[in-house]
């Protein structure tokens, strides 16, 4: 026999579905205050189009860094380029992806800006190939925790995408520790 009647599971729904309406009620509306002069909130909204930009120029140039240090120890460790060559194409992406958009005018994409310094040269690459991959396994670790920490600021485009390149960076990193234990053999 089947029971009628409100369940626990109808009644968490509609519950949810109340809350959701609620909520996208919420969210709609104009930007515009009330005889058409700015909303109060505008001054926060610019700052956190400044930060956002300087969080994603930061990324740009710690991946920059990021893929010198793969390619010395490409050029130091030829062994273990072929290894290197996929994750250092990723890395190269995530650069592109995590650009700050360039304002009208501003050169093409790829075109070098007058107040971009170039990256500073990562240390001296280890001897040994193993260590040498651990410490870019280690590099990568370190920017997916970077990452993780930076989403908790960023507005919700910008956090979705750095979760994903944090998620990314954390494959590299225990890619590139099976990397090692390979060149160990």
Known sequence: MRRTGTTRRGALTATGALALGAVLTGCGGDDEGAGGKRPAHSGARASTAKAEKALREKAVRDGAV???QYDLVAEAHPATA?????????????????????????????????DEAPPAPPGPVPADPE???????????????????ALLSAGPE??????????????????????????AV
């Open 66 to 68: 990021l893929l010198a």
């Open 82 to 114: 072929a290894g290197l060559v996929p994750l250092r194409a990723a890395v190269a992406e995530h650069g592109t992806a995590l650009a700050p958009p360039r304002a009208k005018g501003e050169p093409g994409k790829n075109a070098p800006r007058g």
């Open 131 to 149: 260590a040498a991959v651990r410490e870019l396994a280690a590099a990568e670790r370190r920017r997916a925790d970077g990452y993780g920490e």
């Open 158 to 183: 910008l956090a979705r995408l750095l979760a994903s390149v944090a998620a990314a960076a954390a494959a590299h990193a225990y890619l590139l520790t099976e990397l090692a234990e390979e060149t």
